[in-house]
């Protein structure tokens, strides 16, 4: 096995497991109100009018909205953290199919993430995979667009 093959097969199987679904409760309540709110009329995010072509884990190309709160800390002055009550989605395609939907929610000032596949939460809580990836942000461990500053 070459060494390329050596590095990445490792990581190709920890993130193609069975997940990390801490709070699988919280995360289907979560999911059932980001559908009755809508989520897809949500403005959408700072440098994604459209679908855009993606450069991470969470599919091929992606749409991302905000709710309200995000969108309100973004017209406003600057801050240093995404106030309480902020939900980022993240819907990930394949080949123009939905693959994946993520969610981050800021609640009692953390971050509970999810993310699923068919509908059923495979990530959910504070999973190490969205943690390391998300704290190497400089915007409160959001990295598709940056704090109004």
């Known amino acids: 096995m070459s060494m390329r093959y050596a590095l990445i097969f490792p990581l190709a199987l920890g993130l193609s497991g069975?997940?990390?679904?801490?709070?699988?409760?919280?995360?289907?309540?979560?999911?059932?109100q980001i559908r009755?709110?809508?989520?897809?009329s949500w403005q959408r995010a700072p440098g994604y009018p459209t679908r855009q072509p993606a450069n991470s884990p969470h599919s091929?190309?992606?749409?991302?909205?905000?709710?309200?709160?995000?969108?309100?800390?973004?017209?406003?002055?600057?801050?240093?953290?995404?106030?309480?009550?902020?939900?980022?989605?993240?819907?990930?395609?394949s080949g123009g199919d939905l693959e994946l939907v993520a969610v981050m929610q800021k609640v009692d000032g953390?971050?509970?993430?999810?993310?699923?596949?068919?509908g059923e939460a495979d990530y959910s809580g504070k999973p190490d995979v969205c943690v390391d990836c998300h704290r190497r942000s400089e915007s409160d461990f959001v990295r598709a667009f940056s704090l109004p500053r």
Do not use: H, M
């Open 110 to 118: 953390e971050w509970f993430w999810a993310e699923y596949f068919g």
């Open 60 to 93: 091929d190309s992606v749409d991302i909205y905000v709710n309200a709160v995000v969108a309100e800390a973004l017209a406003g002055p600057p801050i240093t953290s995404w106030p309480e009550g902020s939900i980022i989605v993240k819907d990930g395609f």
């Open 18 to 32: 069975c997940g990390d679904d801490q709070q699988p409760k919280r995360a289907a309540q979560l999911l059932r």
């Open 36 to 40: 009755e709110e809508g989520y897809s």
